[in-house]
């Protein structure tokens, strides 16, 4: 019973933890989804996005505005921060390049991805700033049944809710919305797209404030996990193998590939760490995603390309 109790929570804490990833690799998802362009910059978004809220919160909450009235007014600022950079990056960056191979455009990601992250940190600072949004204790469940209950962190489970009702959104918006479906079927063909009079220019704008939003709300729970500081820029690497595994195309892929890379790097950790060594956690996931680009290498979800010879 005990052993199995451990089992439970330790695969219930690694699920949770996967949620988080899913809030990232979303962000990737909906942008190569709409446009074709793996967007390295959405580590830094989350960056942006955490830092816009953190320090505004702390501002509003320093001048003597209730905490409720200061989290609307500090999301509002994030969320037009994350509106400008949106435009900006489209504008500037993205639609110049629009009749280029995926490659430079990948290129110029990295490049926005720097200059996302001097912006920031000249803008708002350096430092590691709290954020204290969602609680961050623990609950103890099942208590009758295993000997100590099952530890559940409060916060993941936040980020689990969060990340369902963002799902749900996302799926409502491409499939019951005129703009979704020109995103579709911008998607599909640029060329084709643009024929009918969908506007590109408007389409990635709108793709790019989605993921800006997405980026915004991962850092909501990141903030709060992990305080807001530089190495959140890292989570872009933590989201590659979730994104391999779920497929680049689909947005329930990087929700089921976030749940595998989470539930198997905490079992391989606990139950493969003492007899190879620990770290197991910093690596498993990228040799799960290795396993699959061998077997299946457009994902689990991923639309299968078919060329025909």
Do not use: C
């Not at 590939?257 to 079992?267: W, Y």
Request: charged share 10%.
């Amino acid at each position: 019973m005990i052993a199995l109790g451990q089992f439970l929570e330790v695969l219930i804490g690694g699920l949770m933890s996967g949620v988080l990833y899913s809030l990232v690799a979303l962000g990737f998802v909906l942008i190569f989804k709409a446009s074709g362009v793996f967007n390295y910059a959405q580590g830094a978004m989350v960056l942006l996005a955490g830092l816009a809220l953190v320090r505004a919160l702390d501002l509003l909450v320093a001048n003597g505005l209730p905490l409720w009235v200061a989290v609307i007014l500090a999301i509002g600022f994030a969320a037009v921060i994350m509106a400008a950079t949106a435009w900006l990056i489209e504008r500037f960056v993205i639609g110049p390049l629009v009749n280029q191979d995926g490659l430079t455009l990948f290129m110029s990601t990295i490049g926005v991805t720097f200059v996302i992250e001097s912006a920031a940190e000249m803008i708002f600072g350096s430092d590691v700033y709290p954020l204290r949004l969602f609680p961050t204790d623990a609950w103890f469940l099942f208590e009758g049944l295993f000997p100590g209950g099952i530890l559940v962190n409060k916060l993941d489970v936040w980020g689990a809710l969060i990340a369902g009702v963002l799902v749900a959104g996302l799926a409502v918006f491409f499939q019951r919305t005129k703009t979704g479906r020109a995103l579709r079927a911008v998607a599909d063909d640029h060329l084709a797209a643009h024929s009918v009079g969908i506007p590109i220019s408007w389409i990635w704008f709108v793709v790019w404030l989605v993921a800006g939003l997405v980026a915004l709300v991962a850092a909501t729970v990141w903030g709060t996990k992990l305080g807001v500081q530089f190495s959140i820029t890292f989570l872009a690497l933590k989201a590659l193998p979730v994104l391999i595994i779920g497929g680049l195309t689909s947005i329930p892929g990087a929700i089921v590939g976030g749940l595998i890379v989470g539930a198997g790097e905490k079992l391989a950790e606990v139950y493969l760490g003492p007899s190879i060594g620990g770290g197991i956690e910093y690596w498993f996931a990228y040799v799960l995603a290795l396993a699959v680009l061998l077997l299946r290498p457009q994902g689990l979800f991923g639309e299968r390309i078919i060329e025909r010879v």
